[in-house]
Structures are given as structure tokens and as C-alpha cells.
């Protein structure tokens, strides 16, 4: 079928850029903060801790009129949970008035702020108090510290996200104050009380949201990487089928109709790792959904059938390569990769939005998306050109998705400023603004705007016309 295309992205379109707490602000002994769990982890040889960052504690500032120069109609960030509650329980009057300084100056510049309440970022106080996300207390803290942002920040802001990518959060022991010994079976039967933890603590939240913040949308943020069929054999597509159902919607189905999936029902059951479930927790989730899909992308997947006999149990890997007799990830020719081996696939951001529209009929908010490379600065310049590229093929995505009826209502490139990447330090770049540091020095942190702020910046202006 043949779609007639939109000329621009609508007015109200929410063009937007995002960062999260800890891999931005620094400053981690400022302002009475507490021990996060991720300062606890060792890094990997030659890599920055996250310590100091891009220093967005001190030049917050400076940086959100550089946002503005940009043209953002709202910046995504996240909220340290160890600023607000350092010890995860009691509130620290010095974090709330932090970020109430800085979401007061997004707003005052002319931007929304779009805040996501847990980007990663766990007070190890309530690890070591009751193990976490393995105990059904946290529940009640996550609603705790989640309340404390309604009460505060409530009047500024209109978009909430919950949890940001829970399936990846699950998969790294390192951010979830996991003990080290939970290894094979144990682990993954840990994750699914951790997950279900987390799903009935979103439901929690979304309730409260609503109850407060009558007017205010929230939605978790998921990281989708829709499945393409390895081969024409039709043992390919359910095997793709299958990989997208591990490793998405089994979160999805929970948060959006209150039920597991029937697949990761079984799935579970095969492998003894049921977790404890409450008929008034499930019963919660069915009446407290999302308002709207958040929804973080950067790469796809292509997947064959596994021909393997017996089951297997991963161990705290990031991406699952293979479930043994379901499927296995394979390579795919049509699909370049980035310097990370990342796949680049845009039509796959595509695929997700109509995936996830014709599952749930909820709004989506595209909250991650962008290319991480190692940039060079040459006589004052960046010409990053491989992300203008990169960022160009999936707005026209986007548009494509809206012209044909897809209710896409922003989109956060990943990320503003450079920051300290996840698991690769400062050498995987990702922003608009370049930050001049690296992971051995911290040299003078200046701010440099970079080709694709202003290729960017002329993006909003027209609207997207030209893509
Ligand atoms: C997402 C996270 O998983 O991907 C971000 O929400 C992260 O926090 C981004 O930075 C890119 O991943 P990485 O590992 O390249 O930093």
C-alpha cells in the first residue's frame, strides 16, 4: 500500500534531546549525595568511573542555554535517586532543591522537562538494607521516592517515565546490587522476582501519578530489538517471533494487561523459576496502565531457530546470543554495524512503532535514539557527519510512521552532551555537544558544539521538511 507522506512532523511534535543523572552530572560528592550501586562497580582497564562526568552538576547552566540555542522543545533527564535519598529512604533537602534549580531553568528557558525517575541509578543503602529489587520492600520505596518527585516537581512537569529499559537493567547484575554468587538458574530466577518487583512497583507509580498529577502522562520506557527472520524458513520467523516475546513483551504484557505472556509463562515454568506472585499485585497492573509507550532505540536483531537439545542458563549477559532449541541470533548482510557492532537498521525503529501500536493502541514517545562513535576534534571542529546520517534515516522513520497514522508524539535524540557511555567510558560518544575530556584527563571540559548540533538545529526549524 502506498502512503501519502506528511510534509513536516506535526507542530506540538516533542523534538527533544536526553542524558540521565549519572552519566552526565558528576559531582558525586556534592550536595549530600549517597552511594549508588554502579559507584561501587569496578571499571573496565582504561575506562572513567563516572565521578565527574560531563560535569552538568556545576555547568547545568551554561548547558541548558546551549539546549535552547538548539532549539529543544524538551529535554529528557533523569533523577538521581541517591541526590533525593541518599540512604533510599529519607529525603535530602540539598538533591531536591538541586534539581529544583535545574528543571526550573529548563522550563524558564522555553523547553519541558521530560523526567525519567529511574534511569539505572540504585541507592546501594536499600541493597544492603533488604537485597533490592529481590525483596518486595523496594516496591514501596520506589513509590516513596517516586512521590517525593510528584510533591516537588509535579507543577512543571507533564511527561513522566517510570523504569527506563528494564529487560536490559535486568540483565546486568552490576547495576542491581545482585549478590556476586547468584550465577546460571539462580540469577535468572532472581531476575523474575526482580521483574515482577518492577512491574508491580510501575503500576504503583502510575497509580500515584494519576491520583496527584491529574493531568500528567507516564509510560515506562522499554528498549525494543525487533526481530528479523534469519531466513525465508518459516522455523525462522517463529523463532524471531519467539526472541521478541523474551525479550520485550514479556515486560510489555505485564505493564500494559496486567498478564504474563503465555510464552514467558512456560518458558518459566520449563526452567523452575516461577517467581512469587500476588493476585492484588496482578490485579493492580491490569487497572493502573501506562498513558503512553516510551520507547528507547538503537539497534535490531536477526534470529534463526537454535536446532539445540537441551536448556540453557544465561549468566548476567547483556545481549542474550542464543536460547538454546528457541533461537539464535545470527548475522545479517543488509545490515551494517557501528564501531560497537551494533546493527544499524532503521526500518527496525519502524518495525517497533507499528509493533507496538497494533499490540496496545498507546501513544509513543521515541526517548533514546542516536550513535555512539569516537569522534575526533580537529582544529576546533567535529564533523560527525556518520550521525547526521545515522539520525537522519530514523526521523524519516518517524515521519514515515506519522503519515501513515502512527501516533509518534516526540522524539529524544541520545544524547545532548557527550557523557560517560554505559559499559565504554568516554570514548563512545554520542552527543550533539562535544565535552573536551577524555577517560585519562579531564582537560577543560569545554563545551563545543558539534556538526550535527546545527544540522539538528535546522531539523527543528523546518520541521523535518526535507527529510
Ligand atoms: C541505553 C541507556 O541502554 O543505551 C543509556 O538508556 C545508554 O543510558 C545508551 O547510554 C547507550 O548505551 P551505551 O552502552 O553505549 O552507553
Redo the contacts with the bound molecule.
Sequence with gaps: MYHKRISKFPEDFLFAAAT?AF?VEGGIDCGGRGVAVHDLQPKKPGITDFSVASDHYHHYKEDIALMKELGLKAYRLSISWVRIMPDGESVNPEGVAFYDRLLQEVVDNGMEPIVTIY??EYPQALVEKYGGWLDRKAIDDFERFATVLFENYGDRVKHWLTI??QD?LLKISGRLGFPEALTGQDYLKAAEQANYHMCTATARVIKKCHELLPTAKIGPVI?PMPALAGSNKPEDTIAAMEFNELSTYYITELHCRGEYSPLHWKYMEDRDILPEIREEDMQLMKENTPDFLAM?Y?LNQTVAKSQKKEFGYHDKAVFINEEPGIYKIVENEHVPQTDWGWNICPEGLKIAIMDFYHRYRLPILIT?NGL?AYDKLENGEINDDYRIEYLQNHLTQIKDCIGMGYPVFGYCA?SFMDLV????GMD?RYGFVYVNRNNEELLDMKRIKKKSFYWYQNMIKERGESL
Design positions: 540521565s552519566q534511569h539505572f527506563n529499559e536490559h528498549n528507547n538503537y533514546e555512539g541520545w557511555s554505559g559499559r565504554e563512545k
